[in-house]
């Protein structure tokens, strides 16, 4: 089992250009999550989804945009990219009640 | 507005010493979780309290839940250099939602 992955594992963006990062699961939960980590900042959740084709709002949610098409993979989307968007995102999945795992990580950095 | 607290925010201790790191939230949820993450690395479980009064163990940690104070703590016992890393965490924003709301860590040190 791969667990949680995330893709691309770095990127630089200029301001303005759009992205989409992807997190794919193999262990086949119903809820998976994005985060977003910044120094001294702890996790702030951008947006989560309880189940295939279902996605919502998390504490930071302006500037993106996520979708969960198959149970398996949960997007997230930088339409137009900022500075303030530059940030270490996580992505987790999980079952009903029990701990979240975590992918690696993306590193994003917009110039 | 909902808060999730924890203190200390950092903690330097020396090896074979004890020490408590509290985490206080504001919401009703019932159930805490406990993450550890190393220096550029990605969060792992530690500990799952699902309950009022659930206690939790392993190894040199021990964890525990008191959802009537809004409370849990997580107890270091005898620290090794090896728990050096920053330890979060996680309540439901409003219990049974899944919508996690994450204290801002805390940043432990073991000297040695």
């Known amino acids: 089992n791969a667990g949680v992955t995330q893709t691309p594992k770095f990127r630089v963006l200029k301001t303005g250009q759009s992205m989409t990062l992807l997190c794919a699961q193999d262990m086949n939960h119903e809820y998976m999550y994005w985060y977003r980590q910044d120094p001294g900042m702890g996790l702030r959740l951008i947006h989560y989804?309880?189940?295939?084709?279902?996605?919502a709002k998390g504490e930071v949610p302006d500037g993106y945009n996520v979708s969960r098409l198959k149970k398996q993979n949960f997007l997230l989307g930088l339409e137009s990219a900022a500075p303030s968007q530059t940030s270490v995102y996580f992505c987790?999945?999980?079952?009903?009640?029990?701990?979240?795992?975590f992918g690696p990580g993306t590193r994003l950095t917009v110039t | 507005e909902l808060k999730v607290e924890q203190n200390p925010l950092f903690l330097s201790m020396q090896e074979e010493k004890n020490y408590t790191i509290y985490c206080n939230y504001s919401t009703t949820s019932d159930r805490l979780y406990w993450y550890r993450q190393d220096p550029g690395k990605s969060l792992e479980s530690l500990f799952v309290l699902l309950s009022n009064g659930a206690v939790k163990q392993e190894g040199r940690l021990m964890a525990s839940l008191d959802t009537k104070a809004r409370l849990s703590t997580l107890h270091i016992t005898a620290a090794v250099h090896d728990l050096s890393a920053t330890y979060f965490c996680a309540v439901d924003h409003t219990s049974g939602t899944y919508k996690y709301i994450f204290g801002t860590g805390t940043r432990l040190k073991v000297l040695a």
């Open positions: 987790a999945s999980s079952t009903t009640l029990w701990e979240q795992y």
């Open positions: 989804s309880v189940g295939e084709g279902t996605t």
